[in-house]
């Protein structure tokens, strides 16, 4: 496998975070790349405008490891402004925050990438570090709460479950060695 150089991946990782922060090109650029990057964390179909389903434009990364490690290496290669975190970390949180748990609760599951746990444990210290007191309230309710179909419990009380009749909600799976959501049923 070919090695990018580290000064490419610095130089793709500052002008994405400059047109997803700045205001001319933020709603566009979010537009773009965020559903394509989230797409294999959530469960949530992206709309039917969403260019993530357009077929001449970015397909959506294939597995949750690579959409955790593209965050990884993003942040790792780019200031840390709060905006650039929120917009990234903020809408995949819940599934980053049960990933862990995932982990803590089956210490003797094999991966293919088993620094997972680090990488998405990074992810959620570094988004708490930068968030303001609100945000970062708003956040972990929303784990709480079981927000867009992630919930501690096996079928979340609040309402917020993805399907109130069918009590739908999602969880971590492991299939051959790799990490998929999937979505159980009462």
């Not at 959530?42 to 970015?58: A, F, K």
Request: with cysteine.
């Amino acid at each position: 496998m070919k090695t990018i150089p580290t000064s490419f991946v610095r130089a793709a990782a500052f002008a994405l975070a400059r047109l997803v922060t700045s205001p001319p090109t933020a709603e566009a650029a979010s537009n773009l790349l965020l559903p394509c990057l989230h797409s294999s964390l959530l469960m949530v179909i992206p709309p039917e405008s969403s260019t993530c389903m357009d077929p001449e434009s970015i397909p959506p990364l294939k597995s949750a490891y690579v959409s955790i490690k593209f965050l990884t290496t993003f942040l790792l290669h780019t200031d840390p402004s709060p905006t650039l975190i929120s917009s990234l970390i903020t809408p995949v949180l819940a599934p980053l925050y049960y990933l862990t748990e995932f982990f803590d609760a089956n210490p003797g599951v094999v991966l293919k990438n088993p620094e997972m746990k680090e990488m998405s444990q990074g992810l959620i210290r570094t988004w708490a570090r930068v968030m303001g007191t609100l945000d970062a309230r708003n956040g972990w309710w929303d784990i709480i709460v079981g927000a867009a179909g992630w919930s501690a419990l096996a079928a979340p009380k609040f309402g917020n479950a993805l399907d109130d009749e069918n009590q739908v909600w999602n969880e971590w799976t492991v299939v051959d060695g790799e990490l998929v959501v999937t979505q159980q049923r009462r």
